[in-house]
Each structure stands twice: as C-alpha cells, then as structure tokens.
C-alpha cells in the first residue's frame, strides 16, 4: 500500500530509487507510479537528487569471480527457476555492484532530510589520507550542516574527533565544533566558511578541544564540499 503521509511517501521513494526494495515491492512502485502523481514527483525529487551523487564514487572492479557466479546462477536447471531464481540473481548484481555503488549509496541514506531541501545544497565525503573509503559524509543546506561517520573508528579513549572548515582559497581553518561521540554532529546554522569548494577536515584533539584554536592533532579526514 503507497503511504498518503508525505515523509512516508519521501521516504519509500527514496528506497526505490536506490533500489533497496524487493523485486516484488520495486514492481508495486513502478505500477502505481503511473497513477499516484505525489508519489511520482517524490521519485523524479530523488532522482534528481541522489544520481549525481554516483559521480563521486571512484570506479571499481566488481568482486573477482561475480561474474562467473551470476552465470553459474542463470544456468540452473529449469526445476529450479522460478521465484527463488529471480531473488538470488538480484543478490548477485547487487553484490557485484556494490563496492561501485557504496558512496553513493550511503550519502543518500544519511541524508537527514525528507522533504526537499531549501537550495544550495552540498555534500561532501571525508577521507583517510592515500585511501578511498568514504570514512565521513557531510552534507549542508540553509537548515544547518549534518555529519555522520560511515566507516571510521572513534578517536583514542582520551581524545575527541574536532570537525574543522576551511573557505575555498582561505588558509586558515575555522572549528566547527567537537563531534560528539556517538559519530553524528549536526549544526543548526549554516557556517559561513560552507560554499562550493569548502574544505572539511577532522582531527584528533585533547577531548576538550583544540586549546588553541588551531588543529593541534593530526588530521585525520578530509574532504571537499560539493553542490548538487
């Protein structure tokens, strides 16, 4: 049954457009699409919104052996098609596509906002130095700045994570806070450093702060505001 609550709405159209749905779930959206304009516009807004963000995922190699075992799955015999078939070779392409799809997939689901966002709206995904895990995501609008850890550790048990930005062509970076220690910080006002080209950065600091103003820890992550 489609939602009439405009969150739920927002939110099942989003899952679909990520494919995160079942197949008989994606089906039921697909066919009621056609007739249920709220829940067409949700699905163009986030369309709209989350594809482009697939451009920040570095290319990547499928699993080795995915391939082979896709066509291992459609040369079952024919007993053994059917339902069960279809579902198993949807875990196939989606396990083969996931080290491409993973960035991408995981901004849109810390996306905090379900309603669509006042412009400008930016994102930007924080690195380890000399790696391509997406260890951060940040993303920003005229409602305040929203971060969240993906896959980063906490900080040594007597240090803080300290979020710092830097204004595209400035130098000098400006703290935006402690992140608290359950890897979420979010900032009800918009910091002024936070254009189109921004630099975000993380250090590990003294678990009072940086005492003096400045990143007294090495950096930790990093990365670069972008507008979608």
Known sequence: MIPTNEEELHTLAGEYVLGLLDPEQARAIAEARAGNEALDRA??????????????????????GAWHAIERRIAKPTAQLGIRRLWDSAVAWRWSTAAFASVAAALALYIAVIQPPPAPNFVAVLHAPQQEQAGWVATANRSGLFVRALAAGPPPSDRAFELWAIAPGATQPHSLGLIPSGGVLKLGVLPAELTDGATLAISIEPAGGSPTGQPTGPVVFAGTLKAF
């Open 43 to 64: 699905i163009l807004f986030w369309q709209e919104k989350l594809h482009p963000l697939s451009a920040l995922a570095a290319p990547a190699d499928p699993p080795a």
